[in-house]
């Protein structure tokens, strides 16, 4: 039972690249999350999903855009990378119902030169 | 939104009990209060939840006001490897499930 895997865990890009994050998650969830982390802040939402086919707008969401074709997978894309976007990113998912604990990858360090 | 807000840091004799304090006191009646921890740059580790009462794991106790503005984080045994930001975390409904907002959270330190 691996949880939730993101990939790539590194990557460098230049200004103006594009690319995808990849989040997989094998518990069934139904919810799904991306968050960014700057040095010394805490997580903010940028985008998340309540099912397959669905998604929406969290705090940061300028800049990315998301896809959830399968209910395993939340990928995360930057079509025109900026300097500001050099963060941490994580990606969690929760059940649902019930108190929707929320279950994180190890995250993905991307930096924009 | 419901808010916490937490001590920027605090420090823990190794073997001693840490508690990390939150006051949350916009929370509305149904809404649980969610304990997490980051080591390092590491994903977040859930610990411990509570919507009322006072909750118990492996990991830590939570005790929550009984006007539910605020709650303790107990971790009876702090060891060196409880070094780690302590996130409190309430969340709010939005559009068919719910955001979780993280403030900065606690740095806890825990000495040798």
């Known amino acids: 039972n691996a949880g939730v895997t993101q990939t790539p865990k590194f990557r460098v890009l230049k200004t103006g690249q594009s690319m995808t994050l990849l989040c997989a998650q094998d518990?069934?969830?139904?919810?799904m999350y991306w968050y960014r982390q700057d040095p010394g802040m805490g997580l903010r939402l940028i985008h998340y999903?309540?099912?397959?086919?669905?998604?929406a707008k969290g705090e940061v969401p300028d800049g990315y855009n998301v896809s959830r074709l399968k209910k395993q997978n939340f990928l995360l894309g930057l079509e025109s990378a900026a300097p500001s976007q050099t963060s941490v990113y994580f990606c969690?998912?929760?059940?649902?119902?019930?108190?929707?604990?929320?279950?994180f990858g190890a995250g993905s360090r991307l930096t924009v030169l | 939104d419901a808010k916490t807000t937490q001590p920027p840091s605090m420090d823990c004799a190794e073997g001693r009990a840490a508690n990390l304090p939150c006051n949350h006191s916009t929370i509305s009646g149904n809404e649980y209060v969610y304990w997490y921890r980051q080591i390092h740059s590491q994903g977040p580790q859930y610990i411990i939840h509570g919507l009322k009462n006072n909750e118990t794991n492996e990991m830590a106790s939570l005790i929550i006001t009984e006007d539910r503005k605020s709650s303790t984080l107990i971790l009876p045994h702090a060891t060196l490897r409880d070094t780690a930001v302590y996130y409190c975390?309430?969340?709010?409904?939005?559009?068919?499930?719910?955001?979780?907002?993280f403030g900065t959270g606690t740095r806890l330190k825990v000495l040798a």
């Open positions: 999903s309540v099912g397959e086919g669905t998604t």
């Open positions: 975390i309430v969340r709010f409904p939005t559009s068919g499930t719910y955001k979780y907002i």
């Open positions: 518990m069934n969830h139904e919810y």
């Open positions: 969690a998912s929760s059940y649902a119902g019930g108190a929707n604990v929320l279950t």
